[in-house]
Protein backbone atom coordinates (compact mmCIF):
# COMPACT_ATOMS: atom_id res chain seq x y z
CA UNK A 1 0.00 0.00 0.00
CA UNK A 2 1.05 3.31 -0.70
CA UNK A 3 0.50 6.33 1.69
CA UNK A 4 -0.09 10.06 1.33
CA UNK A 5 -0.73 12.90 3.26
CA UNK A 6 -3.60 15.82 2.09
CA UNK A 7 -2.69 19.32 3.63
CA UNK A 8 -6.17 20.98 3.69
CA UNK A 9 -5.41 24.31 5.41
CA UNK A 10 -8.70 25.00 6.88
CA UNK A 11 -8.19 27.63 10.09
CA UNK A 12 -11.07 28.93 12.23
CA UNK A 13 -8.53 32.05 13.86
CA UNK A 14 -8.95 33.87 10.54
CA UNK A 15 -6.78 36.74 12.30
CA UNK A 16 -3.32 34.39 12.16
CA UNK A 17 -1.08 35.37 9.38
CA UNK A 18 -1.36 33.39 6.29
CA UNK A 19 2.41 32.85 6.46
CA UNK A 20 1.59 30.58 9.59
CA UNK A 21 -0.21 28.16 7.24
CA UNK A 22 2.74 28.11 4.44
CA UNK A 23 4.86 27.68 7.09
CA UNK A 24 3.20 24.40 8.91
CA UNK A 25 2.67 23.38 4.62
CA UNK A 26 6.32 23.11 4.08
CA UNK A 27 6.65 21.40 7.85
CA UNK A 28 4.39 18.71 7.15
CA UNK A 29 5.57 18.31 3.68
CA UNK A 30 9.13 17.86 4.68
CA UNK A 31 8.22 15.49 7.78
CA UNK A 32 6.00 13.38 5.33
CA UNK A 33 9.15 12.57 2.92
CA UNK A 34 11.32 12.28 5.78
CA UNK A 35 9.21 9.89 7.41
CA UNK A 36 8.23 7.84 4.12
CA UNK A 37 4.83 9.34 2.75
CA UNK A 38 5.02 7.97 -0.88
CA UNK A 39 2.93 11.19 -1.78
CA UNK A 40 1.76 15.14 -0.35
CA UNK A 41 -2.29 16.19 -1.79
CA UNK A 42 -3.47 19.78 -1.68
CA UNK A 43 -6.99 20.68 -2.14
CA UNK A 44 -7.94 23.73 -3.98
CA UNK A 45 -10.74 26.58 -2.63
CA UNK A 46 -11.33 29.78 -2.95
CA UNK A 47 -12.65 33.13 -0.71
CA UNK A 48 -12.47 33.43 2.90
CA UNK A 49 -16.01 32.29 3.79
CA UNK A 50 -17.15 30.51 6.76
CA UNK A 51 -13.98 31.30 8.83
CA UNK A 52 -11.88 28.97 6.26
CA UNK A 53 -8.72 29.93 5.23
CA UNK A 54 -8.19 28.46 1.65
CA UNK A 55 -5.41 27.24 -0.68
CA UNK A 56 -6.59 29.04 -3.77
CA UNK A 57 -3.76 27.88 -5.93
CA UNK A 58 -2.25 24.03 -5.23
CA UNK A 59 0.39 24.95 -8.44
CA UNK A 60 1.70 27.42 -7.03
CA UNK A 61 1.95 25.60 -3.65
CA UNK A 62 3.01 22.34 -5.38
CA UNK A 63 6.22 24.29 -6.97
CA UNK A 64 6.85 25.83 -3.66
CA UNK A 65 6.96 22.38 -2.13
CA UNK A 66 8.94 20.48 -4.97
CA UNK A 67 11.38 22.95 -4.41
CA UNK A 68 12.02 21.85 -0.69
CA UNK A 69 11.89 18.07 -1.30
CA UNK A 70 14.05 15.11 -3.42
CA UNK A 71 11.59 11.93 -3.44
CA UNK A 72 7.90 12.38 -2.48
CA UNK A 73 5.43 13.16 -5.20
CA UNK A 74 2.88 16.21 -5.23
CA UNK A 75 -0.55 15.27 -5.97
CA UNK A 76 -3.61 17.69 -6.33
CA UNK A 77 -7.35 16.22 -4.69
CA UNK A 78 -8.17 18.46 -6.42
CA UNK A 79 -7.78 20.98 -9.09
CA UNK A 80 -11.02 22.60 -9.78
CA UNK A 81 -10.22 22.52 -13.66
CA UNK A 82 -13.47 24.02 -14.76
CA UNK A 83 -12.09 27.06 -13.24
CA UNK A 84 -9.13 27.09 -15.13
CA UNK A 85 -7.72 28.23 -18.99
CA UNK A 86 -7.18 25.06 -20.60
CA UNK A 87 -4.19 25.78 -21.95
CA UNK A 88 -2.83 27.78 -19.21
CA UNK A 89 -3.71 24.80 -16.76
CA UNK A 90 -1.92 22.18 -19.32
CA UNK A 91 1.18 24.74 -19.45
CA UNK A 92 1.20 24.73 -15.41
CA UNK A 93 0.95 21.15 -15.01
CA UNK A 94 3.67 20.76 -17.68
CA UNK A 95 5.87 23.32 -16.08
CA UNK A 96 5.42 21.78 -12.48
CA UNK A 97 5.89 18.40 -13.46
CA UNK A 98 9.65 19.59 -15.20
CA UNK A 99 9.89 21.37 -12.15
CA UNK A 100 9.68 19.23 -9.72
CA UNK A 101 11.22 16.24 -11.67
CA UNK A 102 8.05 13.96 -12.73
CA UNK A 103 6.74 13.92 -8.84
CA UNK A 104 3.75 15.22 -10.27
CA UNK A 105 -0.03 13.54 -9.50
CA UNK A 106 -2.94 15.40 -11.10
CA UNK A 107 -6.56 15.10 -9.55
CA UNK A 108 -9.54 16.82 -10.93
CA UNK A 109 -12.38 18.01 -9.98
CA UNK A 110 -15.78 19.57 -11.30
CA UNK A 111 -16.18 22.18 -8.14
CA UNK A 112 -19.10 21.89 -5.35
CA UNK A 113 -19.84 25.74 -4.17
CA UNK A 114 -21.81 27.84 -6.87
CA UNK A 115 -20.14 30.82 -5.28
CA UNK A 116 -16.81 29.61 -6.17
CA UNK A 117 -17.89 29.10 -10.05
CA UNK A 118 -19.55 31.94 -10.74
CA UNK A 119 -17.12 34.23 -9.72
CA UNK A 120 -14.78 31.91 -11.57
CA UNK A 121 -16.10 30.57 -14.51
CA UNK A 122 -20.02 31.33 -14.70
CA UNK A 123 -20.98 28.44 -17.16
CA UNK A 124 -19.21 25.74 -14.72
CA UNK A 125 -21.83 26.71 -11.66
CA UNK A 126 -22.70 23.17 -10.15
CA UNK A 127 -26.53 23.88 -9.82
CA UNK A 128 -26.25 23.07 -13.74
CA UNK A 129 -24.88 19.62 -13.82
CA UNK A 130 -24.97 19.47 -17.57
CA UNK A 131 -23.55 22.70 -17.88
CA UNK A 132 -20.72 22.20 -15.79
CA UNK A 133 -19.67 18.43 -17.03
CA UNK A 134 -19.11 20.23 -20.22
CA UNK A 135 -16.98 22.54 -19.31
CA UNK A 136 -15.21 20.10 -17.16
CA UNK A 137 -15.01 17.68 -19.77
CA UNK A 138 -13.59 19.79 -22.64
CA UNK A 139 -11.15 21.07 -20.14
CA UNK A 140 -9.60 17.74 -19.49
CA UNK A 141 -9.87 16.29 -22.51
CA UNK A 142 -7.89 19.92 -23.91
CA UNK A 143 -5.63 19.10 -21.12
CA UNK A 144 -4.64 15.65 -22.17
CA UNK A 145 -3.88 16.63 -25.70
CA UNK A 146 -1.62 19.49 -24.72
CA UNK A 147 0.18 17.34 -22.32
CA UNK A 148 0.48 14.08 -24.79
CA UNK A 149 0.88 15.42 -28.52
CA UNK A 150 3.02 17.85 -30.11
CA UNK A 151 0.46 19.73 -31.83
CA UNK A 152 -3.23 19.68 -30.80
CA UNK A 153 -6.19 21.07 -31.57
CA UNK A 154 -9.52 21.06 -30.22
CA UNK A 155 -13.51 21.99 -30.99
CA UNK A 156 -16.33 21.71 -28.89
CA UNK A 157 -19.07 23.95 -27.44
CA UNK A 158 -17.55 25.58 -24.97
CA UNK A 159 -13.82 25.75 -26.45
CA UNK A 160 -12.08 25.98 -29.75
CA UNK A 161 -8.08 25.91 -30.48
CA UNK A 162 -6.75 27.03 -32.19
CA UNK A 163 -9.20 30.27 -32.67
CA UNK A 164 -10.98 30.97 -35.69
CA UNK A 165 -8.61 33.28 -38.00
CA UNK A 166 -5.74 33.29 -35.66
CA UNK A 167 -2.72 33.92 -38.39
CA UNK A 168 1.17 34.53 -38.21
CA UNK A 169 3.10 36.96 -40.40
CA UNK A 170 6.66 35.86 -38.78
CA UNK A 171 9.41 33.69 -39.52
CA UNK A 172 8.45 29.84 -38.50
CA UNK A 173 10.14 26.56 -38.14
CA UNK A 174 10.91 23.92 -41.04
CA UNK A 175 7.69 21.78 -39.34
CA UNK A 176 5.15 24.70 -39.78
CA UNK A 177 2.80 22.82 -42.22
CA UNK A 178 2.19 20.62 -39.31
CA UNK A 179 0.44 23.98 -37.17
CA UNK A 180 0.08 26.08 -39.67
CA UNK A 181 -1.79 26.65 -43.26
CA UNK A 182 0.96 27.51 -45.29
CA UNK A 183 -1.19 29.54 -47.59
CA UNK A 184 -3.36 31.54 -45.21
CA UNK A 185 -0.66 31.41 -42.41
CA UNK A 186 -4.16 30.54 -40.06
CA UNK A 187 -2.79 28.24 -37.27
CA UNK A 188 -4.30 24.51 -37.15
CA UNK A 189 -3.00 23.29 -34.27
CA UNK A 190 -1.01 24.21 -30.89
CA UNK A 191 1.76 23.45 -29.06
CA UNK A 192 2.99 23.77 -25.31
CA UNK A 193 6.52 24.37 -23.93
CA UNK A 194 7.79 22.13 -21.82
CA UNK A 195 6.75 19.08 -22.12
CA UNK A 196 6.06 17.42 -19.05
CA UNK A 197 8.72 15.29 -17.98
CA UNK A 198 6.04 11.94 -17.71
CA UNK A 199 4.81 11.26 -20.68
CA UNK A 200 2.40 10.85 -21.90
CA UNK A 201 0.90 12.70 -19.23
CA UNK A 202 1.36 12.83 -15.28
CA UNK A 203 -1.19 9.97 -13.92
CA UNK A 204 -4.65 11.30 -13.74
CA UNK A 205 -7.27 11.05 -10.73
CA UNK A 206 -10.84 12.07 -10.66
CA UNK A 207 -12.38 12.98 -7.07
CA UNK A 208 -16.01 11.06 -7.15
CA UNK A 209 -18.52 11.16 -5.06
CA UNK A 210 -21.61 9.25 -7.64
CA UNK A 211 -22.15 6.51 -9.56
CA UNK A 212 -22.23 8.60 -12.75
CA UNK A 213 -18.76 10.31 -12.18
CA UNK A 214 -17.48 7.22 -10.74
CA UNK A 215 -18.27 5.83 -14.89
CA UNK A 216 -16.77 9.43 -16.46
CA UNK A 217 -13.08 8.22 -14.24
CA UNK A 218 -13.78 4.81 -16.32
CA UNK A 219 -14.62 5.87 -19.48
CA UNK A 220 -11.78 8.59 -19.86
CA UNK A 221 -8.79 6.37 -17.74
CA UNK A 222 -8.54 8.29 -14.78
CA UNK A 223 -7.97 6.57 -11.42
CA UNK A 224 -10.44 7.63 -8.71
CA UNK A 225 -10.40 9.16 -5.57
CA UNK A 226 -13.11 8.98 -2.95
CA UNK A 227 -13.24 10.78 0.37
CA UNK A 228 -15.32 9.01 2.77
CA UNK A 229 -16.99 5.36 2.13
CA UNK A 230 -17.08 2.44 3.81
CA UNK A 231 -15.21 -0.37 2.95
CA UNK A 232 -18.01 -2.13 1.74
CA UNK A 233 -19.39 0.72 -0.27
CA UNK A 234 -15.78 1.34 -1.71
CA UNK A 235 -15.58 -2.48 -2.93
CA UNK A 236 -19.18 -1.68 -4.66
CA UNK A 237 -18.28 1.26 -6.17
CA UNK A 238 -15.10 -0.11 -7.18
CA UNK A 239 -17.06 -3.09 -9.35
CA UNK A 240 -19.00 -0.22 -10.95
CA UNK A 241 -15.19 1.04 -12.38
CA UNK A 242 -13.91 -2.22 -13.18
CA UNK A 243 -17.67 -2.95 -15.06
CA UNK A 244 -17.89 0.46 -16.80
CA UNK A 245 -14.43 0.13 -18.25
CA UNK A 246 -15.30 -2.97 -19.89
CA UNK A 247 -18.30 -2.05 -21.19
CA UNK A 248 -16.27 0.62 -22.94
CA UNK A 249 -13.93 -1.23 -24.24
CA UNK A 250 -10.94 -1.01 -21.99
CA UNK A 251 -8.79 -4.00 -21.20
CA UNK A 252 -9.05 -3.38 -17.87
CA UNK A 253 -9.61 -0.54 -15.29
CA UNK A 254 -6.81 2.47 -15.44
CA UNK A 255 -6.21 1.64 -11.68
CA UNK A 256 -5.37 -1.57 -9.84
CA UNK A 257 -7.55 -0.16 -7.16
CA UNK A 258 -9.41 2.68 -5.89
CA UNK A 259 -7.59 5.26 -3.39
CA UNK A 260 -9.05 6.54 -0.37
CA UNK A 261 -8.97 9.51 1.98
CA UNK A 262 -9.52 9.03 5.42
CA UNK A 263 -9.55 11.94 8.29
CA UNK A 264 -6.72 10.54 10.82
CA UNK A 265 -5.68 10.48 14.19
CA UNK A 266 -3.77 8.39 16.17
CA UNK A 267 -3.01 8.86 20.27
CA UNK A 268 -2.40 6.23 23.26
CA UNK A 269 -5.86 4.99 23.37
CA UNK A 270 -9.01 5.45 21.52
CA UNK A 271 -10.28 7.61 23.99
CA UNK A 272 -6.82 10.28 24.25
CA UNK A 273 -7.15 10.28 20.13
CA UNK A 274 -11.21 11.48 20.45
CA UNK A 275 -10.87 14.02 23.45
CA UNK A 276 -7.71 15.25 21.68
CA UNK A 277 -9.22 15.67 17.75
CA UNK A 278 -12.68 14.26 18.10
CA UNK A 279 -14.49 17.69 18.17
CA UNK A 280 -12.68 19.02 15.52
CA UNK A 281 -13.11 16.17 12.84
CA UNK A 282 -16.71 16.78 13.41
CA UNK A 283 -16.89 20.11 12.63
CA UNK A 284 -15.51 19.93 9.81
CA UNK A 285 -17.88 16.65 8.59
CA UNK A 286 -20.74 18.15 9.53
CA UNK A 287 -19.42 21.81 7.26
CA UNK A 288 -19.71 18.99 4.47
CA UNK A 289 -22.73 17.19 6.00
CA UNK A 290 -25.27 19.01 2.79
CA UNK A 291 -24.67 15.57 1.25
CA UNK A 292 -26.41 13.71 3.79
CA UNK A 293 -24.93 10.21 5.88
CA UNK A 294 -25.76 8.26 2.86
CA UNK A 295 -21.70 8.39 2.08
CA UNK A 296 -21.07 6.83 5.10
CA UNK A 297 -23.56 3.78 4.86
CA UNK A 298 -23.00 0.32 3.37
CA UNK A 299 -24.48 -1.32 0.26
CA UNK A 300 -28.41 -1.73 0.86
CA UNK A 301 -28.39 -0.11 4.25
CA UNK A 302 -31.63 2.01 4.71
CA UNK A 303 -31.06 4.48 7.13
CA UNK A 304 -34.80 4.47 10.10
CA UNK A 305 -36.57 7.53 8.71
CA UNK A 306 -35.73 9.34 12.10
CA UNK A 307 -31.97 8.71 12.42
CA UNK A 308 -31.41 9.85 8.73
CA UNK A 309 -33.23 13.24 9.59
CA UNK A 310 -31.28 13.28 13.09
CA UNK A 311 -28.03 12.94 10.86
CA UNK A 312 -28.92 15.64 8.26
CA UNK A 313 -29.01 18.14 11.17
CA UNK A 314 -26.02 16.69 12.74
CA UNK A 315 -23.55 13.88 12.55
CA UNK A 316 -21.93 12.40 15.39
CA UNK A 317 -18.80 10.77 16.09
CA UNK A 318 -20.13 7.15 17.25
CA UNK A 319 -22.18 6.82 14.13
CA UNK A 320 -18.74 7.98 11.65
CA UNK A 321 -16.06 6.60 13.38
CA UNK A 322 -16.65 2.71 12.88
CA UNK A 323 -17.58 3.96 9.31
CA UNK A 324 -15.11 5.83 8.18
CA UNK A 325 -12.19 6.97 10.75
CA UNK A 326 -9.07 5.97 11.39
CA UNK A 327 -9.32 7.73 15.15
CA UNK A 328 -7.75 5.83 17.83
CA UNK A 329 -4.35 3.86 19.07
CA UNK A 330 -1.99 2.62 16.17
CA UNK A 331 -3.30 -1.40 16.29
CA UNK A 332 -7.04 0.26 15.66
CA UNK A 333 -5.66 2.05 12.89
CA UNK A 334 -3.71 -0.86 11.69
CA UNK A 335 -6.79 -3.45 11.21
CA UNK A 336 -9.26 -0.52 9.86
CA UNK A 337 -6.55 -0.18 6.94
CA UNK A 338 -6.33 -4.12 6.88
CA UNK A 339 -9.36 -4.16 6.33
CA UNK A 340 -9.52 -1.82 3.74
CA UNK A 341 -7.67 -3.83 1.83
CA UNK A 342 -8.79 -6.82 2.47
CA UNK A 343 -12.70 -5.56 1.35
CA UNK A 344 -11.68 -3.18 -0.95
CA UNK A 345 -8.37 -3.36 -2.90
CA UNK A 346 -7.54 -0.43 -1.45
CA UNK A 347 -3.35 -0.13 -2.51
CA UNK A 348 -3.56 3.96 -1.74
CA UNK A 349 -5.00 5.70 1.08
CA UNK A 350 -4.73 9.16 1.78
CA UNK A 351 -5.03 11.01 5.41
CA UNK A 352 -6.01 14.09 6.67
CA UNK A 353 -4.56 14.78 10.30
CA UNK A 354 -5.40 18.49 10.06
CA UNK A 355 -8.68 20.15 10.87
CA UNK A 356 -10.22 23.67 12.05
CA UNK A 357 -8.37 24.76 15.56
CA UNK A 358 -6.46 21.86 16.38
CA UNK A 359 -3.05 23.06 16.72
CA UNK A 360 -0.47 22.08 13.89
CA UNK A 361 1.98 20.51 16.10
CA UNK A 362 -0.40 17.96 17.35
CA UNK A 363 -1.66 17.10 13.62
CA UNK A 364 1.88 16.29 13.24
CA UNK A 365 2.34 14.54 16.08
CA UNK A 366 -0.14 12.17 14.88
CA UNK A 367 1.16 12.31 11.10
CA UNK A 368 4.61 11.12 12.84
CA UNK A 369 2.71 8.26 14.68
CA UNK A 370 1.09 6.81 11.62
CA UNK A 371 4.62 7.17 10.23
CA UNK A 372 5.88 5.05 13.26
CA UNK A 373 3.56 2.63 13.82
CA UNK A 374 1.43 2.21 10.65
CA UNK A 375 3.29 2.49 7.63
CA UNK A 376 5.71 -0.13 8.31
CA UNK A 377 2.75 -2.44 9.19
CA UNK A 378 2.32 -2.33 5.20
CA UNK A 379 5.46 -1.83 3.96
Known amino acids: ?99 CDGRLEVGVGRGNYPVEALNLNAPADPRNQEGNYKVFEETLEIMKRALSQRYFSFEGETYEYPAKGCTWDRPTSGDSSEFMNPETKEFTKLSIMPRPIQTPHPPLWQVVDSPKSIEFSARNDLKFIMW ?92 VHERSLLFGDPAFVVDKLQELRDVANIDNVIISCSWGELDPELSRKSTRLFAEKVLPKFA
Not at 13 to 30: G, V
Not at 263 to 282: K, Q
Not at 289 to 304: D, F
Request: a positive charge.
Open 1 to 99: MKFGYVYNPVRLKTKAPYSEIIADIRRTAEECEATGFHAFWFAEHHFGFWGRTPLPNPIVMGADIAARTKRIRIGFAALIIPFWNPIRLAEDVALLDQL
Open 228 to 319: RPTAKSLAAHYRHYAETARAAGKTQPAAPGPSILRDTFIAGSMAEARDIAGEHVMRHLNFSNWRGPHIYTNPGEVLPPEQEAALRKGLTYDW
